[in-house]
């Protein structure tokens, strides 16, 4: 399933142009919002398609990285769980505890975020670099610290000289 993720990543970057999830989804015309609605802890982020219109709403009170992968987190479902979302009319992808998810349909859209907020290269220029460890490599890549398990678990299935990841935790989105 990784090498599926990975084709429509490189087919998103190629047709939008962008690694910014805020121009991805207004490329793609999805409605997008912010709410003040919920507690930082609370409701991470939903999507959902309804009438045609793709509606993104993410928690306002998360931080900016959080937020950020949030954002490219409920558009990966869009692209990736569109038949899913439009099966059923009141279907919504609601991410309380995105990280906290171990299902299907969290693991592929934390494959496609990995892949698509983080190039290859950059990747391993920051890894290959002696005074790196896995916390600030994340950091350096602004990104939650999970995430950086399924973009190496992507890479290393793709070829990658790159470490094994122990596991990979769908969790990363309740924490910081």
Known sequence: M????Y???QRCLKKYGTRNPYEFLASMKVVFRETTRYPENGL????MIMFGTMY?????????????TTTAHEGAHIIVHRNVILSNATKMMKDFDIFNASGRYENEANFFVADYLLDDNDVMEIITDGDMD?????KVLCIPAPLLDFKLYSMMRRGFAVKNVDGLNSRFLGTK
Do not use: P
């Open 134 to 138: 896995y916390f600030k490599t994340a």
């Open 44 to 47: 991470k982020g939903f999507c």
């Open 7 to 9: 084709s429509e990543v």
């Open 2 to 5: 990784t090498d599926f993720i």
């Open 56 to 68: 993104v709403t993410v928690n306002a009170n998360l931080d900016d990285v959080l937020k950020k």
